[in-house]
């Protein structure tokens, strides 16, 4: 008898329910063993595989849930939602085009859906065409202004762009939303860093660390704001937690070597620096500060080739050191 039996399908959806009540109530691991218990009940359960998808992108699990999204498309293509979670995947993984050819398969269908121009949007920023996603996020918004990651997406944006005002409202707009936000508190943290306001930049990131005390972050930038206000050992503290749980992060390797640099160790301070050039991402007076040790160590000809990479980049700090030493 090919298939599976009436038991087995009447089976599959009572483990399907459970896994939809407790990923509802964010229990995402017992989420994924149901709906591994429905689908070893009824193979070609694809809403079952939606869910799963789902469920593993909450875990942080991109890989795992594109290939399990896909899985889903493969036995009912007709599942439109399973596009635009993958493209969500797509989006975590890198795999952009794939992404933008998930989302126009069901554009038609999704042209009044608030995640659908959310996830739009991402890509476009992802692409690097913020001023296409910025109509993307507010279409978002017209269609649910309570979609707090919107706000949240839109203000980055804005703040990339250097707009602060606006994005300072969606911040605050989505902090209104959710109280805890971890990413709109960080930036409402560093917008008032960009004012200097210390203490009401580092009052946003304890907002963040009393909830997660590890988030690397707020830590950093946390750090970093010690480190204005004459609290270099407790910066130093901060910051290093910080690269223990995102060792990969250009600004808190400057931040370290702001550290080091304040205690008068250029070659340590220039050791974190080249660690941070070395990610290839852009970091704010990163190449101006490289150029400064440099320039400490006598060594001009270094201190020059490097504030020259940095006014190609706008370093405000490399433009004003390389006019003033560099023939």
Known sequence: MAGCS???????ADFFLKGNQALSQKNYAEALRLYDEAIAKNADFSDAYLNKGITLLKLGKPKDAYETLTEAIRIDPTLVQANLVRAEAGLDLGRLREAGEDLARIEKEYNDSTRFHLVKGNLLDAQGNASLAIPEYDRALQLSRINTEAYVNRGAVYYRMGSYGPAKNDFETAVALDPLQPQALNNLGLIAVKSRQWQQAISYFDQVLDRNPAEPLSLNNKGFALLQTGKPEEARKLIEKSLEHL????????NLGMYYDKRGLPDQALKQYLKAIEIAEPVEMLYGLTG?????????PEACKIWKQGVVLKDSISIAEAAKNCP
């Open 6 to 12: 009436d038991q087995d399908k009447k089976d599959a």
């Open 247 to 254: 060792p990969a992060n250009g600004y808190a390797l400057r």
């Open 292 to 300: 400064q040790a440099y320039f400490k160590q006598k060594n001009r």
